[in-house]
């Protein structure tokens, strides 16, 4: 009863971090019930909670005694499995090292122990309430057409990759790819002229069946307390696939980057999403199925190359759309109080 009196008294503070290559960017959101308040983001040059950051969300959640501190776990020792069953998990990780929990009664999602225990750490002086998995976000964000399509969902953030292929609903495959560590992605960066020179070189060359290119191109429902195209025949169903293209087209333009680095990183992104769909179809332990279509939940603002690439090289039909990660961290948040 006093709960609710002081729930009518003060107002709900989110805070939602999301931490990228060389800064984290913190968004809070103040709500009354359904009501938005009040927002605000940040950006601070730090990967760590430095003074600085401290004290803007400090300053926000002394406000009220209802306040909700959550974090997109971006950690490389991460993943999702196609089972719930804890005896078939070593089969796809190490289920002794990591926190799992199950979504949906479909499938589970993972993290290390250690990374979570250091994210916690980390954060200690202001608390963590929610660490959410890019998997669970990534199904949220598509659950329109995970329901009803059975395609590739790539989540793309700064520095990683959460890709993961759902057949009507049923988790297929799912891997988490760190675009800082990767030892074959970092091998993959080349500049426009060396690319050039390459193809060059594999034009002149005397005999190209030597050259194996796909061998050289080669992880919580959130962790809650700390503890969602196959048929283009239906028309209002190519209208929602035509309303993506659409959004794609307009907001390409709106992330201006250096020409060489973007070439390199959607370069790199192709690169990784290949070798995974390489991997989900020789893998004898995934139920392997054909993927024509790739949904890509651009967190970053990626340029049309990566869309060339994929359709062009291994001839997906491609369809993005923008995703403000630390809203959608927001809303997660708000689900786990309903």
């Not at 060389?22 to 605000?40: A, F, L, Q």
């Not at 283009?232 to 333009?253: A, G, R, V």
Request: net charge negative.
């Amino acid at each position: 009863m006093l709960n609710k009196l002081l729930e009518g008294l003060y107002h709900k503070i989110f805070v939602n971090i999301v931490v990228y290559r060389s800064k984290s960017i913190v968004y809070v959101e103040e709500s009354n019930k359904d009501e938005i308040i009040n927002s605000i983001e940040e950006s601070f040059d730090t990967t760590t909670l430095n003074a600085k950051m401290y004290s803007f969300i400090k300053s926000h959640i002394e406000e009220s005694p209802f306040h909700y501190i959550s974090i997109l776990d971006t950690s490389c020792s991460q993943g999702a499995a196609p089972t719930c069953n804890p005896k078939e998990m070593p089969l796809y990780f190490d289920s002794t090292s990591s926190k799992q929990l199950c979504y949906a009664d479909g499938w589970s999602y993972y993290s290390s122990k250690a990374d979570l225990h250091l994210l916690k750490k980390e954060y200690s002086s202001i608390g963590v309430d929610f660490i959410f998995s890019p998997f669970v976000l990534l199904a949220k964000f598509f659950k329109d057409k995970i329901d009803k399509h059975t395609s590739m969902y790539v989540l793309i953030g700064d520095s990683f990759l959460s890709l993961a292929v759902f057949d009507h609903s049923e988790l297929l495959f799912a891997e988490h790819l760190d675009m800082k560590n990767n030892k074959e992605s970092d091998e993959l960066l080349m500049d426009s002229s060396s690319m050039q020179n390459l193809e060059f070189e594999l034009e002149s060359s005397v005999n190209l069946d030597d050259i194996d290119v796909e061998d050289d191109i080669g992880e919580l429902n959130d962790f809650g307390d700390i503890e969602d195209l196959d048929n283009f025949e239906d028309i209002n169903e190519f209208s929602e696939i035509k309303e993506d293209e659409e959004k794609f087209i307009e907001e390409e333009d709106e992330y201006p980057r250096n020409e060489t680095e973007g070439f390199n990183e959607e370069y790199q992104r192709f690169s990784l999403i290949k070798s995974s769909l390489k991997h989900f179809y020789k893998d004898d332990k995934y139920k392997s199925q054909f993927v024509e279509s790739v949904y890509i939940a651009d967190g970053v603002g990626v340029s049309s190359d990566l869309k060339r690439y994929l359709e062009e090289e291994i001839f997906l039909s491609v369809f993005v759309r923008r995703i403000d990660l630390c809203a959608e961290v927001c809303e997660l948040a708000k689900a786990e109080l309903q």
